[in-house]
């Protein structure tokens, strides 16, 4: 018998095994689509699925790519309820990672990008204050035209690591293979980090591993596109692990803290996370005191990180300015922009022009903000419930990390459904928290395993190329959802 709310046992010994070597095949096709057509720095910039088709060897690239994705995403939610052990799920994700370890950039254009950045602060030029075109970066033409223009979005750490990389790599290829190292560095990282999590929050390690490390985004975006989320994860899970480990102690609170920082100066979206790492960080009863006291801990670290790295970088925080600029690409794939281009088409069929997008986008944010608070404020409600529980001490150490950890992945849901951009890989920063705290599985992995389908594999985004009919489904999508969200509370 299973236990009410545990996930099921593990499937029988037949579908793992037709699962790994499916997977393996999946990985196999995408890494020669890549040789054929991928985000090679050759490739034609602007390219379109019918000009890919009609490219020499294009049939074979589209065929390769959506025949493989398709048997990753297959093997991956085949599983989705667990591996069979959480040793099988770290060999099989290592498995499936190794040809895509090999293959030239996929899904998307921005190693490009972090290298030109890298390049610009190398040579002396502020990345956040000049565009890698008026600094004269060497390999501008393998940068996507929309970031050719614009300062750097991403934390000084990140500035630091991309002229590293430059540095050690001499040439584009270099770069390009040192960016690679450090993106695997950050998953390794948060690879180590996942089972003292799981166990902490009481869920298989088996199924953790198998749903943050498997899946098809993390492979083709993370590893293959080599993208700085990677790093960002492994710094906040591990900062995360030590939290959970070691409550209501300052010097490991402020390390962790320290490591939360860094993922900020990474990405700045990691910021979302640290209401609720304190929440994890309390020792003993719940209360405002307590949580002053070692939420005061960590947010000390947090804010030593910023300060440290602002300052070793020379460019203080004019990284902060650059983040505006994140959301220049206007995508029905993000909820926010689909709902407003929905108005503007909208107006546009009684001849007007609402301009709809910037505001359905900032009333999104201000919306963020409420649901950070709400969320934080039902984390802390129950976790101050437990000081009222005398008995079943061992279930209730257990379910203080759950409850902050469901918390921060939580937020990074509404953090990814909520901003003005959506690229694939943003479904990556939930998915790894969920992972560890999630009694279901299908609700995210779904939406993870269709996003696998939105890039081609030399960079080009399906949300371009259908844009009104997307923007159309996103957003009845959404009204969907919502009747189905207030129909049962009516009831």
């Not at 201000?366 to 608070?373: E, I, N, P, Q, T």
Request: aromatic share 8%; hydrophobic share 55%; with cysteine.
């Amino acid at each position: 018998m299973t236990a009410p709310g545990a996930p099921p046992p593990p499937a029988g010994p037949q579908v793992p095994r037709l699962a790994r070597y499916v997977g393996l095949a999946g990985a196999v096709l995408l890494a020669v689509a890549g040789y054929l057509g991928g985000a090679l720095p050759d490739s034609p910039l602007g390219a379109t699925p019918a000009s890919i088709w009609r490219a020499p060897g294009g049939p074979a690239t589209l065929i390769c790519w959506l025949v493989g994705t398709a048997l990753l995403v297959g093997a991956w939610w085949s599983l989705r309820e667990g591996a069979p052990s959480t040793r099988w799920a770290y060999v099989t994700a290592g498995l499936w990672m190794l040809p895509l370890l090999v293959a030239p950039p996929l899904g998307s254009r921005d190693v490009y990008s972090y290298a030109c950045q890298g390049w610009t602060y190398a040579h002396g030029v502020d990345p956040y204050a000049t565009s890698v075109a008026a600094a004269g970066c060497p390999w501008l033409d393998t940068v996507a035209p929309i970031w050719r223009d614009t300062p750097a979005p991403y934390g000084p750490l990140f500035v630091l690591l991309a002229a590293l990389a430059v540095g050690l790599g001499g040439g584009l290829t270099g770069t390009v293979v040192a960016l690679r190292v450090i993106a695997v560095a950050g998953l390794l990282l948060a690879a180590l980090c996942l089972p003292g999590l799981a166990r902490a929050a009481g869920v298989p390690t088996r199924r953790a591993a198998w749903l943050a490390l498997a899946s098809p985004l993390v492979g083709v975006h993370l590893v293959a596109g080599a993208h700085n989320d990677a790093l960002m994860l492994g710094l906040l899970l591990c900062g995360l692990l030590i939290v959970v480990r070691r409550p209501g102690r300052p010097s490991a609170l402020l390390f962790a803290g320290a490591l939360l920082g860094l993922a900020v100066t990474v990405k700045a979206s990691a910021v979302v996370v640290a209401p609720f790492a304190a929440l994890a960080a309390v020792h003993g009863r719940y209360t405002v005191r307590a949580l002053l006291r070692d939420g005061g801990w960590l947010a000390g670290g947090l804010l030593a990180a910023l300060l440290v790295a602002s300052a070793l970088s020379g460019l203080g925080f004019g990284w902060v300015g650059g983040l505006t600029h994140s959301g220049d690409s206007e995508q029905w794939t993000s909820p926010p922009t689909a709902v407003g281009l929905v108005v503007d088409y909208a107006g546009a069929l009684v001849g007007r022009d609402p301009q709809a997008v910037p505001v359905v986008r900032a009333t999104a944010l201000l919306l963020l903000a409420g649901v950070l608070v709400v969320l934080w404020w039902q984390g802390w409600q129950a976790l101050r419930a437990l000081n009222d529980v005398r008995q079943w001490v061992t279930r209730i150490e257990a379910a203080r990390p759950r409850v902050a950890l469901h918390g921060a992945a939580l937020a990074l849901v509404a953090t990814v459904v909520l901003s003005p951009v959506f690229h694939p890989w943003y479904a990556t920063w939930p998915l790894a928290l969920l992972a560890l705290t999630a009694s279901r599985t299908t609700w995210f992995v779904l939406p993870a395993s269709a996003a696998a389908f939105l890039a081609l594999p030399d960079g080009t985004n399906l949300a371009r190329f259908t844009k009104a009919p997307g923007a159309l489904a996103m957003t009845a999508l959404l009204l969907v959802l919502l009747l189905l969200r207030v129909r049962p509370r009516r009831r």
